[in-house]
């Protein structure tokens, strides 16, 4: 099966100063996806608040890491954060991920912050899940504006 996408995957110690590593990176990388400037600080700003999130409440020392991956393809950006610190297969990762419901406790999210609200706000698509740590996948659309709950488009 060949895939249609480039798969970009770095890890980063659970430590604040590496979240604007993690921030120039995928500035990188929307940039070379051709996104323009609101979406690219839009998913900055989204991404950085599921790493510090995972920085802040996955660990109770600092040497565990924090895995984001990047798959990019035509017209779309997906990024995964996971704060287990393993390296993950992106195809395996992408099937066990499901939407989260209203229901699902999502407090580890928005302590200190607005947290999923934040993410969902300024990302196309969001996925949650929570076994052995915290994994979510956030999308960008490239060049189709922001998607808005009921479907529409805005630019």
């Known amino acids: 099966m060949s895939k249609n996408y ?13 979240v604007g590593l993690v921030r120039l990176t995928l500035s990188g990388i929307l940039n070379s996806a051709g996104a323009t400037y609101e979406e690219i600080e839009d998913t900055k700003i989204a991404v950085s608040e599921a790493v510090t999130n995972a920085v802040k409440h996955a660990y109770s020392d600092s040497d565990n890491e924090i895995t984001i991956g990047f798959a990019v393809s035509d017209g779309r950006v997906e990024i995964i954060v996971q704060d287990s610190g393993k390296s993950f297969d992106y ?43 915290v994994t979510i996948s956030m999308v960008k659309y490239i060049g189709e504006g922001q998607v808005q709950k009921d479907g529409a488009i805005t630019n």
């Open 6 to 18: 480039e798969y970009i995957e770095m890890k980063i110690p659970a430590k604040p100063k590496y």
């Open 91 to 133: 195809e395996t990762v992408k099937k066990e991920l499901g939407p989260y419901k209203e229901s699902d406790s999502v407090s580890f999210l928005r302590e200190g912050g607005l947290g999923l609200f934040l993410i969902e706000t300024l990302m196309d698509d969001v996925n949650v899940r929570r076994t052995q740590g």
